[in-house]
């Protein structure tokens, strides 16, 4: 079996050997046998490592049926330098920006996102912050430096992907308000009511001239619609 997840990657003082951070599962009783990290086939500047134990987690009667951290180690060929680390094809560490010896894990968006900004990819950002379902629209957004509201749309049905088809003439929707930090665009509330109220009771210092003028998100567009305060349905 493989970790849930891999949350930390930090280097020893010689910088020859990686520890890892990984969730497994937990019980009464032992749940995890022979944790190790091993290298797999390298790539150029990337360092390739996969973990594995073993456990009866599988089987519901075991007891293994929570969770808890367990560290594994891997020893490199040499210092790691600047190469990043890939665990388990898909998570993703990387030296650059990274106050060693940790090293910096990356998010959905890469080890480089793109700057909050006025830009189709921070806008992106916004999106995977509140769980936006797959194949999402942006109907439309303003944004004023720190500041962004964000409608967007999805098509339902059956069967609905980026293509339109039978059954996915309808459409949800959703408006987020959004500040601006460091992490990129941080979300404030969730607003179909239309106007400033659900917002500034949030954070009075959002911009009136943002959200004076906006329409109430359409009763069948919306389907939280009225009830303002309603988390986006994900996808």
Do not use: N
């Not at 993703?92 to 830009?119: E, M, N, V």
């Amino acid at each position: 079996m493989e970790p849930s997840a891999v949350t930390g990657a930090r280097l020893t003082d010689d910088r020859r050997t990686l520890i890892l951070d990984a969730q497994v599962p937990s019980g009464e009783h032992p749940c995890v046998r022979d944790l190790k990290a091993v290298l797999t086939d390298p790539v150029q500047d990337t360092v390739r490592v996969q973990i594995t134990f073993s456990s009866p987690s599988s089987d519901r009667r075991s007891g293994c049926t929570g969770e808890s951290m367990a560290t594994a180690r891997v020893q490199l060929s040499g210092p790691l330098g600047h190469r990043d680390v890939i665990v388990d094809h898909d998570v993703h560490f990387t030296t650059d920006g990274a106050k060693q010896p940790a090293l910096r894990l990356c998010g959905q968006l890469g080890c480089s996102p793109p700057a909050t900004g006025c830009t189709p990819a921070s806008y992106d950002q916004a999106l995977i912050a509140v769980g936006a379902p797959a194949h999402t629209y942006r109907d439309s957004q303003e944004c004023e430096g720190k500041w962004l509201v964000l409608d967007f749309s999805w098509r339902t049905g059956p069967a609905c992907s980026d293509a339109a088809g039978a059954g996915c003439s309808s459409r949800l929707g959703d408006r987020w308000f959004f500040r601006a930090e460091s992490s990129g665009w941080v979300p404030i509330v969730e607003g179909a009511a239309g106007g400033c109220r659900e917002v500034q009771r949030k954070e009075v210092t959002f911009p009136t001239s943002m959200c004076d003028s906006l329409a109430p998100l359409s009763p069948s567009l919306h389907p939280s619609y009225p009830p303002p305060s309603a988390s986006p349905t994900p996808g």
